[in-house]
């Protein structure tokens, strides 16, 4: 009977034993800081018992009913259950209870090996909209001095409410490595414009995105959102300060010109406060909810590519589709490489608080971006003919259209190059358009043309270099000039419009070489000019060939450059193929405007010229 009664003493005790560990008392209760911007209430904080009575540390201790507010943003939590945590209870006590200590470093003395967030409400007031967000099963794991190793949240709800309609938003699964929780609140709480870009997360992702906007009356679904490597820095104002400053501003009906100077630094200097490694969206569908919208469109993948080295930024948009009642949009890709908005940030920091309305030429070439290169690829519209003719549908497709701009002089572009390649349409029956009754009256049912356009500055030897000025049309032909422009100084490029003007006149030809080259659109002609004549196609032919030396003789006199042109173009009539003209001026200087200007015909101006004609 006594080991019995042992036995059930030592099981009642080890019961007990376990039940007071279980138990959490609580170590803090009722907690209030206030330090103006930030304001903390805790409830109480909750450990164990064997933890309150036998450990220094609280390894495991959970908060209840906390509220935080900074800012515009307020936190709202039921519980919060840490767990591995390396922090005595007196520091503990001082995380909580600081009422001086940036919130940064308060972070970055958090330790742990998790925390779990059952639900996290959270309020951001700006302005007269208010966006509440809702987080449920938030877990922070391997947090290292306020670094989180992962976070993962396994659903998210936002609303927004205070402008024309209420806006609804929701997040699938969402997870985040290496998330710097004290680089983050750096952001909001400080004010400095020369901090350099800080890493606040890696990789991260959020799955199958909702938002409903009932106000607009359209609906847009994400199948996925994710990249790496986000970066920022603060701006002028902190973030809290700037965006609210934005916010402000823009729904005013009238600002004034300080105002307008200040929103636009802003704005400038939140847009060049963070940047990416890389982000891409994927599964991207649109589409009208009201009974009388109509419009529908889908995104395969929008990506960003951060900057590298010698490699430059990148941006693109993939798989394009875009309808309505009557047209429809489709885009195989939309890219945009090496853009840059530094200058205008430069330009902005260095008018200060200049007014808007202040701003000379000069300045406002200094604002202007980079563009880089822009490329678009597979476009194809269909769309109405006309108002009056809605069943009636013109389709237009273009294979590439690419635009290059980059390499400024105070501000301007010294480095151009436009290409359109492959623009067809078909013609339609019943076209007013004089082009396209005269393109039907040779036999053309649809086009089909490219054109090219490129030129470049060259600062060591003064030249403009026109790489090519060329138009194709399919089943035509194509014309291709080349050429260089010597004298080109870099006043060309002054802001000074005197100046640029004096530069523009001091430049000189230095040589121009022209291709035109007949693929049918010359058989045409002549079959339907023989047609109208009352004659053949070779008899015309050979009229035309017979005529062209003594027409360009009589316009541009009988001296050895226009007998040269006139052999060449003869040549080319007889026999359609490639017609090749070269120029170059006498004086090895070049030929200058003020040598055309001087000059009093055409005939003065081709003496002045060595030419060369080939056709072949």
């Known amino acids: ?70 800012g515009p943003f307020s936190y709202e939590a039921k519980r919060i259950d840490f767990t591995g945590v390396s922090l005595a209870r007196s520091e503990i006590e ?37 966006q509440t967000i809702f987080y449920r099963n938030g877990t922070l794991s391997d947090i290292v001095l306020g670094k989180v190793g992962s976070l993962a949240i396994e ?104 105002e307008d100077t200040r929103l636009l630094l802003s704005a400038a200097d939140i847009l060049g406060a963070f940047d990416a490694g890389f982000v891409e969206a994927t599964g991207i569908t649109l589409k009208g909810n009201g009974q009388d919208n109509k419009e529908s469109g889908s995104i395969a993948r929008i990506a960003y590519t951060g900057a590298t080295g010698s490699e430059a930024a990148e941006a693109r948009v993939e798989g394009i589709e875009f309808a309505d009642a009557d047209s429809r949009l489709k885009i195989g890709a939309i890219s945009l490489k090496g853009f840059s908005v530094t200058p205008t940030l430069n330009g902005l920091k260095a008018l200060g608080d ?17 563009l880089g290169t822009l490329r678009i690829t597979d476009m194809d519209i269909e769309a109405p003919a006309s108002d009056d003719k809605p069943d009636e549908l013109m389709r ?18 010294t480095n151009i190059r436009f290409e359109q390649r492959n623009l067809s349409t078909t013609l339609p029956d019943n076209s007013t358009d004089e082009l396209a009754q005269q393109l039907q009256a040779l036999g053309y049912k649809s086009i089909d043309g490219s054109f ?35 004298n080109v100084s870099p006043d060309l490029f ?29 058989e045409r002609y002549l079959e339907s000019a023989a047609k109208d004549a009352g004659t053949t196609p070779d008899s015309l032919q050979k009229l035309y060939a017979g005529a062209t030396p003594l027409v360009l003789s009589g316009m541009i006199g009988n001296s050895e450059q226009s007998r040269t042109l006139g052999k060449a173009i003869s040549r080319f009539i007889e026999n359609p193929g490639k017609l090749t003209i070269n120029a170059q001026p006498k004086n090895p200087s070049g030929f200058g405007v003020m040598d055309a200007m001087l000059a009093s015909d055409p005939k003065a101006m081709l003496e002045k010229l060595n030419i060369t004609a080939t056709a072949e």
């Open 155 to 258: 659903t998210t709800a936002i609303e927004e409410t205070g402008g024309k309609g209420p806006t609804l938003m929701s997040y699938g699964r969402t997870s985040i490595r290496d998330l710097d929780l004290p680089a983050f609140a750096r952001l909001y709480e400080t004010k400095d414009t020369s901090a350099p870009l800080s890493k606040l997360h890696g990789e991260f992702s959020i799955e199958k995105i909702d938002v409903t906007d009932s106000a607009e009356g359209f609906n847009a679904q994400i199948a996925r959102i994710g990249g790496r490597d986000i970066m920022a820095r603060p701006t002028k104002d902190s973030w809290n300060g700037t965006i609210a400053l934005i916010k402000e501003l823009s729904e005013k009906e009238q600002t004034s010109p300080e």
């Open 94 to 130: 001082s995380l909580l209870s600081s009422s001086s200590e940036p919130f940064a470093e308060r972070l970055a003395r958090i330790n742990a090996r998790q925390v779990s967030v059952p639900e996290l409400k959270v309020v951001h007031k700006l302005g007269n909209e208010t």
């Open 396 to 413: 237009v497709a273009i294979g590439l259209m690419e635009l290059t701009a980059d390499k400024p002089v105070n501000g301007i572009p």
């Open 354 to 370: 200049k007014p808007l309305k202040d701003l000379d030429s000069a300045d406002v070439r200094s604002l202007i971006p980079t």
């Open 1 to 70: 009977m006594k080991l019995l009664h042992r036995s059930s003493v030592c099981a009642l005790a080890l019961v007990a034993g376990t039940a007071a560990m279980q138990f959490e008392p609580a170590i803090l209760r009722d907690l209030v800081v206030d330090t103006g911007a930030q304001q903390i209430s805790v409830g109480a904080v909750r450990t164990s018992l064997w933890s309150s009575a036998f450990a220094q540390a609280a390894d495991t201790f959970s908060v209840e009913n906390v509220r935080f507010t900074w």
């Open 452 to 486: 090219v356009a490129a030129a470049t500055w060259n600062e060591a030897t003064n030249e403009i270099a026109i790489k090519e000025f060329s138009m194709d049309g399919k089943d035509m032909g194509s014309v291709r000039l080349t050429g260089i422009i010597g």
């Open 494 to 522: 002054s802001a000074d419009e005197a100046t640029a003007s004096a530069a523009m006149i001091g430049a000189k030809a230095k040589a121009a070489n022209i291709v035109v080259e007949n693929k049918g659109l010359v």
